[in-house]
């Protein structure tokens, strides 16, 4: 069995204990917290489980990494505080872990990553003996192993496209909807995500990968961007009003450029409200859906709707997210130290699982 910790528990930290919880080879050892009313409190209830597991959170970093975990999933948020995350990373590599998480875009595509971050990574990496695999599903298996597959279907592929369609208010990080993604701000306000240069920082890595995995050059990365205000004021159930005359949906497209033409093109389309841009890509059904549409002969299109936490969607990505990681552990702790990436780490069938129920 090999001692993994989960550190953080919220969104995607909930997901990640349960898929530890569930793996044949992974035998939850700690989990890190940081809000100070978690600590003491048996990670069962806290990633939503009936049950405990014998596992109590901690808020002290050292005394865990002190104990030798081999593996680590940094759970923690990284859009808001990448430099602490980086640390907090780079602290567990030194300790020799297995590393996966979601949290540092630029890293999801390693060989495209700026020296100052990649640099610091490889030297934890050389002094420890840790690894670390950067993964998600939007950044993540989304837009690199899923179309890259998809790909290997096709006689001839004229372009790829990604697709993210949510229903925003399905995330539970209020905070991030309304200032970072701007829903329900003023048409004048410009949301961080989508400034320039941003969808490419955080998307960018992605198009870049998948050029590299069907041997294509780029001549450039471009960004598309639009955005509608809502016709009337809605209620939604989890967030709250939204104004008319505000931000109520947003599309933006990272698109790689080859030979002159948009060839490999990650979108997303965000709404508050079904009733606003309703011309846009909508999901089959429900509140959201990843689709990956082949251009070419034949034209094939796949749309995936994952649910989890009572039937919600963005749970049911962030759980497709964490089961793309926890599932790359037992082969990373086997690989030899490194700095891998999606075309290095493969998604393996669930062995060991295949009708295996939570206690």
Not at 13 to 24: L, N, Y
Not at 88 to 110: E, F, K, M, S
Not at 269 to 288: K, Q
Request: hydrophobic share 45%; aromatic share 6%.
């Amino acid at each position: 069995m090999i001692p993994t910790i989960v550190w953080g528990t919220g969104n995607v930290g909930r997901a990640a204990i349960r898929a530890v919880d569930a793996h044949p080879a992974l035998e939850l050892t700690g989990v890190l917290v940081h809000n100070p009313d978690k600590v003491g409190r048996d990670a069962g209830p806290l990633a939503g489980l009936d049950y405990h597991l014998g596992v109590t959170a901690s808020a002290d970093i050292e005394a865990a990494l002190a104990a030798g975990p081999r593996a680590v999933v940094y759970a923690a948020s990284g859009d808001i505080r990448p430099d602490d995350a980086l640390a907090d990373i780079l602290r567990a590599i030194d300790a020799g872990a297995v590393v996966v998480t979601p949290a540092l875009y630029a890293l999801y595509d390693p060989s495209s990553a700026p020296p100052e971050l990649r640099d610091p990574v490889l030297a934890a990496i050389a002094l420890g003996g840790g690894s670390l695999f950067v993964s998600g599903v939007d950044p993540g298996w989304g837009n690199d192993v899923l179309p890259l597959l998809m790909s290997g279907l096709a006689s001839t592929v004229d372009a790829i496209r990604c697709q993210e369609i949510f229903d925003y208010t399905t995330y539970d990080q209020p905070d991030s909807v309304r200032y970072l993604v701007g829903m329900g701000q003023p048409m004048d306000y410009l949301p961080p995500m989508v400034a320039p240069s941003v969808p490419t920082m955080v998307w960018g890595g992605q198009i870049r990968l998948m050029a590299r995995a069907l041997g294509v050059e780029l001549d450039e990365i471009r960004e598309t961007l639009d955005r509608r205000a809502l016709d009337t004021t809605v209620s939604t159930e989890r967030m709250g009003d939204f104004e008319a005359g505000t931000q109520g949906a947003v599309r933006f497209e990272v698109q790689g450029i080859v030979e002159g033409e948009p060839r490999i093109v990650i979108e997303h389309v965000t709404r508050i409200h079904p009733s606003c841009a309703p011309d846009w890509p909508t999901p089959p059904d429900g509140e959201g859906a990843h689709r990956v549409i082949i251009e070419g002969h034949p034209h094939i299109e796949i749309t995936i709707e994952a649910a989890d936490e009572d039937g919600n969607r963005s749970a049911g990505g962030n759980a497709t997210a964490v089961g793309r990681l926890v599932n790359a552990i037992d082969w990373l702790v086997d690989a030899e130290p490194g700095l891998y990436d999606a075309l290095d780490v493969p998604l393996r069938p669930a062995v060991g699982k295949l009708g295996r129920k939570l206690p």
